[in-house]
Antibody
Framework: QVQLKESGPGQVKASQTLSLTCTVS??????????WSWVRQPAGGGLEWIGR???????NYNPSLKSRVTISVDTSRNQFSLRLSSVTAADTAVYYCARDPIYCTGTRCYHDASDIWGQGTMVTVSS | QSILTQPPSASGTPGQRVSISCSGSSHNIGSNYVYWYQQFPGTAPKLLIYRDDQRPSGVPDRISGSKSGTSASLAISGLRSEDEADYYCVTWDDSLSGRVFGGGTKLTVL
C-alpha cells in the first residue's frame, strides 16, 4: 500500500530555512493522478494547508505563506520537498505530507483533498 | 480566523445523533466539493467523507455528509465513545486558489 513519510530536522533556528522531505513508497510519484501536499498543525491548533506540487513541478501555495514557501518534486527519488524560509516561532508545528487524488468525470477534473497522509513530523523553531 | 466556520465543540451521549456544521461562501463550499477528516490526538487526520457525501471504504454508514448552498454538515448517528475526536471540514477556495480548512470541532461523547 502507499505510504508517505516525512523527514528532516526537528529543530530550526529563527530566521533560517525549514527543509523537509516526504518519501513516497508503494506507488510512483510520477503519476498524472495525484498532487502532493504539505499541511501543518501547531500544538493544540487546527490544520493549515501549505501548498502542493504536481509531478510536472506545477505548484499552488497558501497565499499567506507564498512569499516564503517552495515545494518541489524529485521523481527520481520518489520524493517531494518543502522549504519555508525566514521561520519564526509561529512556524513551530507538526508538518504532514499527503497525497491528493485527481478525480475526472466527463470533461472536468476535480482535485480531491488528501486521502493518504504521512505520520507527521514535529518542527520546533528556536531562538 | 478560518475561512470555513465550524463550532469549536459538540457533544452527545452514546447512541445519539450529532451533526457538525461547516459554513463558507460561494467562493469555496458553494462551488467546490467538501471533505471531512477525523483526527485523534497525536495522529494524522483520517478522511471520513469526500466529495460532499461519499464515504471511503471502511468508514461506517452511520457517518454521513451533506451540503446545501454554502454550508456543509457531518452527521454521526449511533454515537460511540470511540467517535470522540476532532473533526475538520476542508474545501478549495477559488478566490484564494488554495485549500482551506475549518477551525475544527472537538466532539465529546458524554
Amino acid at each position: 500500500q502507499v505510504q508517505l513519510k516525512e523527514s528532516g530536522p526537528g529543530q530550526v533556528k529563527a530566521s533560517q530555512t525549514l527543509s523537509l522531505t516526504c518519501t513516497v513508497s508503494g506507488d510512483s510519484i510520477d503519476s498524472d493522478d495525484f498532487y502532493w501536499s504539505w499541511v501543518r498543525q501547531p500544538a493544540g491548533g487546527g490544520l493549515e494547508w501549505i501548498g502542493r506540487v504536481y509531478t510536472t513541478g506545477t505548484t499552488n501555495y497558501n497565499p499567506s505563506l507564498k512569499s516564503r514557501v517552495t515545494i518541489s518534486v524529485d521523481t527520481s527519488r520518489n520524493q517531494f520537498s518543502l522549504r519555508l524560509s525566514s521561520v519564526t516561532a509561529a512556524d513551530t508545528a507538526v508538518y504532514y505530507c499527503a497525497r491528493d487524488p485527481i478525480y475526472c468525470t466527463g470533461t472536468r477534473c476535480y482535485h480531491d483533498a488528501s486521502d493518504i497522509w504521512g505520520q507527521g513530523t514535529m518542527v520546533t523553531v528556536s531562538s | 480566523q478560518s475561512i470555513l466556520t465550524q463550532p469549536p465543540s459538540a457533544s452527545g451521549t452514546p447512541g445519539q445523533r450529532v451533526s457538525i456544521s461547516c459554513s463558507g461562501s460561494s467562493h469555496n463550499i458553494g462551488s467546490n466539493y467538501v471533505y471531512w477528516y477525523q483526527q485523534f490526538p497525536g495522529t494524522a487526520p483520517k478522511l471520513l467523507i469526500y466529495r460532499d457525501d461519499q464515504r471511503p471504504s471502511g468508514v461506517p454508514d452511520r457517518i454521513s455528509g451533506s451540503k446545501s448552498g454554502t454550508s456543509a454538515s457531518l452527521a454521526i448517528s449511533g454515537l460511540r465513545s470511540e467517535d470522540e475526536a476532532d473533526y475538520y471540514c476542508v474545501t478549495w477556495d477559488d478566490s484564494l486558489s488554495g485549500r482551506v480548512f475549518g477551525g475544527g470541532t472537538k466532539l465529546t461523547v458524554l
